[in-house]
């Protein structure tokens, strides 16, 4: 059996010799490298109530009201948990905090990308409630109309917006007024787009919604962990005493100091990387279309993914796992389910798309693109970091 480091060096290696276009990743910078590395990898600090049950906790107090802080400077909200270890622990807490046992939700259906926590089978049977699916009209949007007639029957405690395939900010204003007609509370799961929220981009009204909470690590710049924001003080309280001892114990100082300095990096860059990813996977599909053909044509999306036409993959003898592995055999990785996201190759310098959609063309079509795919990560450079 190899040695545990040597798996690392070489997955590092690997990660860095391909082009990376899975909509649900990103990289990280050498300032964020060093913020998870860094000695709080080891540590304790339990800060409730102004009391710690830690000693050696002065700097890990320090960091913990500093993030807080700088996540409601950079996303203008007054309230920010930033603690919680990933974005399904996010909506985790926030769920146990505002949705009671026989309660429902409403939420995205998975079969147009809403996320699979939310299905009856995860989250809601683990704490006792009951998920329905929010209405879609044929091309897999909220059916605004259905919805209100729905939440009268079903009288939800949330609407839990939000999805994992996810390309058009929703008409929140209208889910507004569902929600204060029928005292539901709009829950806005971020995971995949709060890099773009973040660079005020995408869902530009975003403080329509009652609490927002989703991954760092998507669209964001962070390690891996999760982000709420609101505005309410009462929510607040409660997702608060959901967090120690409840959905976690420690919460990983370093990773959070990770998330501090990507925090940082979004304040100073994040309106100009969240511009360039939308036009991105914009220019990118509309350059793919006419020889693989993308949904949604011909606006294709509002962010940072394009969504690839399964059934007309299928007529070419493709499903999203074959197109997936062949592009993968080529250097150029993507998700299994048919989205392309351009998050990481914005963050890593590319603004031309013609070169990136020329060789996804060409492996598709059957040409071995490898040496040119080395050659384009040779020159990809990262951006958006103090070094
Ligand atoms: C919409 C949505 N919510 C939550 C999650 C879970 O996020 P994490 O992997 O940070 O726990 C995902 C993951 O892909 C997602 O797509």
Known sequence: MRNVLEIVEDADKYRSSVINLQASENVISPAVRRAIASDFASRYSHLENGVNDYGGTKYAEELENAVAEKARILFGFS???TRTLSGHIAAMTVLAALVKRGESIMKMPESVGGYTGYSNAYLPRMMGFKAYDIPVDANGFIDYNGLEKQAEYIKPKMIVLGQSIFVKSYDLSRIREICDRHSCIIGYDASHVMGLIAGKQFQRDIKKADVVFG????????????????????????????????????????????VGVAIEEMIKYGQDYAQRVIKNSRTLAEAINGKIRVKHDPWFTESHQILLDGEWLKSQGYDYVKFSKTMESNGIVVDRIGRIGTAEITRMGVDDMSEIASMIIDAFEGTDVKDRVNKFVRNMKMRYYES
């Open 79 to 81: 309230h920010a948990e």
């Open 215 to 258: 991954s760092t690590h998507k669209t964001f710049f962070g390690p891996q962990g999760g982000l709420i924001l609101t505005d309410n003080e009462g929510m607040f309280k409660r997702i608060e005493e959901n967090v120690t001892w409840r959905t976690m114990d420690n919460y990983n100082i370093a990773r959070m100091a990770g």
